[in-house]
């Protein structure tokens, strides 16, 4: 293997302007939270829902969104920094982005406290600037695995600087993961970043493009991100050997995995198929999984995108994808699962004119969307198989956070906003 010096969350966000957050991604990467004792390799930042059949049945239940009562918001006072990102992980503790800093919460999100890395900022201001005329940018993703437990990475040209705390940010320790295909001119795009447990996480970083074609290297760490091993890889030339092979051809949107030996690649390509592959050897060989395609819809000349699964135990998932239709508009399909990702079974899409979506996940069975910068907001409660939609008053989500099917978090121009029951109600609680 290429040794390399230096959960998951199931989180990705980006920074930009010195540090940007983002994911798995132009869509916000699904959130899954854990109160539970996990199952033997189960990620435990996931949450185990109640089971119920999949059948074929589902593929043709394309039931309309009902329509409830525009839900509300009540405004409190409150002075502070605007917040990118968030994740909670329980109903008090969480995290968060807010401009170069990264916060940490004691009490649901009223009030933050600082906990940046040290050196972090030093990291950031050594990436050398593209252009004179360009704004200083890096990409910066986070890994938050629980309340204590996160990672910061910080790409240059030739590597990436990884912050780690087990201490709820007192503490971080400072490890770098030198790839092997360096940058040029600008600094390493980091696809996905993610963690399963406390150990194990993988870390897919983009090496070019071509037409039709996405070139990556994954990474891989076992001891919480002190040393990393490059574990596949799609380029130009494959190499074979001790380093699995991933295809060249598509986009990717990232990895997630189920346990360290099964998972997931998602993205698009200009096929007429979903992008999706799948690994059952620890990523050594990566093998085209096909997905059914509902009536009505399709996935031709590229018109499909995946984004990585939630795994909420070692059956249970959810996985989100984009398909087109005969009529213009955004739909926005979750495939899920009950045999640990053997097959995955469209339910209900959501459709906007205008916009496309953010979502969370507390469990297998709760779901959450809400168009981008709007006030649109969808719920179920069977698994994605029917959706009530309501309409928040002055509130534009970017982001979604839900802990369980009644608590959740959505930030709104940089506004961190409540709701205890379910999206009902909401309440401004920061700044």
Known sequence: MKNISTKSMLFSATLMLAILLSACQPVLTPTAHSTQTPSPGIPPQTRTGQA???????????????????????????????????????????????????????NGGKSWSVVTPAGMETVASSIPTPAPQRAKSIEL???????????????????????????????????????????????????????????????????????????????????????WHQTAEANQNISGGETG????????????????????????????AIFLYRTKDE????????????????????????????????????????????????NLFFYMTTDGGDHWVPTTPLKSAAYRFVWSWPDFLHGFAAEDGTGILYITSDASSAWSKSTVAGVKFSQIDFISPLI????????????????????????
């Not at 968030?86 to 807010?98: F, N």
């Not at 051809?249 to 007429?272: C, E, I, M, P, Y």
């Open 52 to 106: 119920i059949p999949l059948t074929t049945a589902l593929l043709g239940k394309m039931i309309t969104p009902t329509t409830s009562p525009s839900a509300t918001l009540t405004a409190r006072s409150g002075a502070s920094r605007p917040l990118d990102f968030v994740h909670m992980c329980s109903d008090e503790q969480g995290w968060a982005i807010a401009a170069q800093s990264v916060l940490r919460t004691e």
């Open 141 to 227: 993703r986070g890994a938050f695995l629980d309340a204590q437990t996160a990672w910061i990475a910080a790409p240059d040209l030739d590597k990436i600087t990884i912050f780690h705390t087990g201490d709820g940010g007192l503490t971080w320790q400072t490890n770098e993961l030198v790839v092997t295909t360096p940058q040029q001119v600008y600094p390493i795009e980091i696809n996905s970043f993610t963690f399963l447990n406390a150990q194990t996480g993988w870390l897919l970083r983009s090496t070019g493009m071509a037409a039709g074609q996405g070139f990556v290297e994954l990474y891989l760490t076992q001891n919480s991100g002190v040393s």
């Open 245 to 272: 092979n991933i295809t060249t051809n598509g986009q990717k949107t990232g990895v997630s995995f189920r346990d360290t030996a099964n998972g997931w690649l998602t993205g698009s390509s200009h096929d007429n």
């Open 283 to 330: 990523a050594l060989t990566w093998n085209y999984q096909k997905l059914s395609v509902p009536e009505g819809y399709t996935a031709e000349s590229g018109s499909a995108q995946s984004y990585p699964a939630t795994f909420f135990d070692d059956k249970k998932g959810v996985m989100p994808i984009y398909l087109a239709s005969t009529t213009p508009s955004i």
């Open 408 to 431: 959740g978090w959505a930030l709104s121009d940089g506004y961190l906003v409540q709701t205890i029951d379910g999206g009902k109600n909401w309440q401004l609680i920061y700044p």
